[in-house]
């Protein structure tokens, strides 16, 4: 199916915030990468800031949503939860494929987290957004560890909150460590989810 117009102007933009520091953009560099004339970009976004904005939206916040990468509902146990959670990941790194490709997937990923700490620093109501993602991805988890704890899955003297995070953790400091490498290695991720869980389900020591 044939791209529309927002959509490669999105993708063209991105790759430029990725690249450089949002200063550091220009309309005229935006003109370039993406083909499109000025008024053209402009009927999408009147500034370069809510350009931005939108961008970040489409392919941070929104991409990083849990209910975009994966089915929230209806797993069965807490691995299988686990399982469908990589699963995401991977799918969301695959629709972004043709941009790790062209920066390598080391440099994308350095880029995108070092992109994620401009929000933070330069735009709050973004930086919000995302931590309004993180704070539901929190509650699946802590829902989902509750849910494994009364089927008797994992044992039931744990800190649902704690261990909810501690899952969280791991992917994000996978992430972070991979990204000065060659990017995120989901294997790996999912080794170490494994692994977790594994000391979920251990016997309490007597």
Not at 35 to 41: L, N, S
Not at 79 to 104: A, K, V
Not at 175 to 200: A, I, R, V
Request: a neutral charge.
């Amino acid at each position: 199916m044939r791209r529309s117009h927002k959509e490669h102007l999105y993708k063209a933009a991105f790759k430029l915030f990725l690249t450089k520091q949002f200063e550091g953009v220009s309309i005229s560099d935006i003109e370039e990468k993406s083909g499109m004339t000025r008024g053209a970009i402009f009927y999408y976004a009147s500034t370069k800031k809510e350009l931005f904005k939108q961008v970040i939206e489409s392919f941070i916040i929104d991409k990083q949503k849990i209910e975009n990468k994966m089915s929230v509902n209806g797993h069965a146990t807490l691995l299988d939860f686990i399982d469908s959670y990589i699963i995401g990941i991977q799918n969301t790194m695959r629709s972004m494929q043709d941009i790790i490709d062209e920066l390598s997937s080391s440099n994308a990923s350095k880029l995108y987290i070092s992109l994620i700490l401009q929000i933070s620093t330069h735009f709050p109501e973004l930086h919000e957004k995302f931590l309004i993602n993180r704070n539901n991805e929190l509650s699946i988890w802590c829902a989902i560890l509750q849910k494994a704890i009364e089927s008797k899955e994992i044992r039931a003297d744990l800190d649902v909150l704690n261990t909810a995070k501690h899952f969280i953790y791991l992917f994000y400091g996978q992430s972070f460590l991979d990204s000065l490498s060659f990017g995120l290695n989901t294997s790996l991720l999912k080794g170490q989810m494994h692994d977790f869980y594994k000391l979920l389900k251990k016997e309490e020591q007597s």
